[in-house]
Structure formats: structure tokens, C-alpha cells
């Protein structure tokens, strides 16, 4: 059955650019404010971690919806929660912000993250502190990304296929997981599910051009579908199912595993 959801869509995302831009020059301060937010760690950490090292890549959508105060703060506590657990891992993190390609990116955080210490409640201990370095320097680059990606766009295709990078130069002894924080909104050709009418069988034909990235056997969660922040309307249910629909599609068509969340933190 056909939705007609162009309506909704274009009230969060049907800004002219220059609106748009001068908009989101006072966003930066926003990043700044909330430095002080970091939750309180717990006293010991226990995540599972993987056999081999882990990588984690998050991908932030940079879009108009994604830089909402609101749906700021929610992405910014789940990423907190990823930088805890490679932090207790000792792997690698990267966050990359982009918007409606993967050349429109910006690499808003690298680096190895561990500590050290002669026991692992020693090296736990040191853990807090460690992650909320790690978050000033994330939202550093977060508000630097601010003035770098575009904001004018989104396409799903391009996060997908900036976590095929990651995953083309990944080591033999390292694991993948890639976590996509977008409300999957692509609104570009030519995979743009920002038109009236669109059935699910049609989303989930655009999808199809997802075959040609290859991120088989990679853990992949895509979260915050279909989520808006509080400023601009709730899209309607019927078109959160068809935007789930077609995200799931974008990405099982890359052969990774997938699960897909409307909700930032499970």
C-alpha cells in the first residue's frame, strides 16, 4: 500500500541551503555545552569483547534532522557507551560524520583507546577518565564537523559505503563493528525515498543499488530510524515502517549483519 509521506519529510528536511548553513553556525556552541554531560561510569566494566581486536566505527549523520539538540544529546550517550567498551577492550574507534555522500565526510575521531595498569581493576579504574578525555576530543571534532559536512542532503549509500572503507583495510586479527546513527531519510538521487506515493516494494527496489558494496559477515546497527528530533513533527508511523524497510534492505543487500533500531540506545 502506497504512503504519501513527502509532506512530513520536507518539513525537517526541505531547508534551502542557505537557511540551512546559517541555521547551524550557533550549533557549534551547543557541542561545547554539553561537555559537561558525561554520565557516571560504573565502579568496574565487564563488556564482551571480541576474540580479535576490535574496531569499532560509528557513523553520525550530519544531515539537517541528525543536528537536533535532542537527537545530539541521544547519539552522543550511545557513543559514550562504544567508547567505554573499546576502551575496556583496547581497540580501536573511529567516528565519521557525513552527510549526503561519503566524499560529503568528515573523520571526526581515530585513535587506539586502552589504559594501563597491572591488574584489570587497575586499568578500570583509569577507564573513566579515560573516556571522558576521549568525549572532549569527539565533541571537538563534532563541532568542527559542524562547518565541514554539508547539511544539505542525506543519502544512506554513503555511510554504507564509508563502512566498506573501513572494511577493506581491516587487519586479519582485528574485528568489525560499525554502528550507523541516521533516521535513514535519504532525500537524494537515486535512491531518494523522499517522494509521495512510494510503496514498500519500491523502497526496497531502490535499495538494491546497496548489492554492489561488499561488507559481508560485518556486525552492522543502524540507529535512530525514523527518528526526528522534537523540533519538527514525528513522521508518521507508515513511513517509519517503509524507512525501515528500506534501511534493512540498504543494508542486508551488503551481505553484513544487520539489526536496525528506531531507538538510539537498545
Not at 6 to 23: E, I, P, V
Not at 88 to 111: L, M, Y
Not at 180 to 196: M, R, W, Y
Request: hydrophobic letters at 40%; proline letters at 4%.
Amino acid at each position: 500500500m502506497a504512503t504519501n509521506f513527502s509532506a512530513t519529510c520536507a518539513l525537517h528536511k526541505g531547508y534551502s541551503a542557505q537557511k540551512l548553513r546559517s541555521l547551524f553556525v550557533v550549533l557549534p556552541m551547543l557541542l561545547f555545552a554539553l561537555a559537561g554531560c558525561d554520565s557516571k561510569a560504573p565502579v568496574s566494566f565487564n563488556y564482551q569483547c571480541p576474540e580479535n581486536n576490535l574496531v569499532q566505527l560509528d557513523l553520525i549523520d550530519l544531515s539537517s534532522s541528525g543536528r537536533s539538540k535532542d537527537i545530539l544529546d541521544e547519539r552522543l550517550k550511545a557513543i559514550q557507551l562504544d567508547v567505554e567498551r573499546v576502551t575496556d577492550c583496547e581497540g580501536t574507534f573511529t567516528v565519521v560524520a557525513w552527510s549526503v555522500s561519503s566524499s560529503a565526510s568528515f573523520t571526526v575521531f581515530q585513535g587506539a583507546l586502552s589504559t594501563t595498569g597491572a591488574t584489570e581493576i587497575g586499568r578500570d579504574r583509569k577507564i573513566p577518565k579515560a573516556v571522558a578525555q576521549t568525549m572532549v576530543e569527539v565533541r571537538a571534532g563534532l563541532t568542527e564537523a559542524f562547518a565541514k559536512v554539508d547539511p544539505v542532503g542525506s543519502d544512506l549509500f554513503g555511510a554504507l559505503s564509508l563502512a566498506e572503507d573501513q572494511n577493506k583495510i581491516l587487519g586479519q586479527n582485528e574485528n568489525l563493528e560499525i554502528n550507523i546513527f541516521t533516521d535513514a531519510i535519504t532525500n537524494v538521487p537515486p535512491g531518494s525515498v523522499n517522494e509521495p506515493g512510494l510503496s514498500e516494494d519500491q523502497v526496497i527496489k531502490l535499495a538494491e543499488r546497496a548489492t554492489q558494496i561488499d561488507l559481508r559477515d560485518v556486525q552492522i546497527k543502524l540507529i535512530g530510524i525514523g527518528k526526528t528530533g522534537v523540533e519538527v513533527p514525528q513522521p508518521p508511523q507508515e513511513y517509519i515502517l517503509l524507512l525501515r524497510s528500506y534501511a534493512e534492505a540498504m543494508c542486508k543487500n551488503t551481505r553484513a549483519k544487520c539489526v536496525t533500531l528506531t531507538a538510539v540506545i537498545e
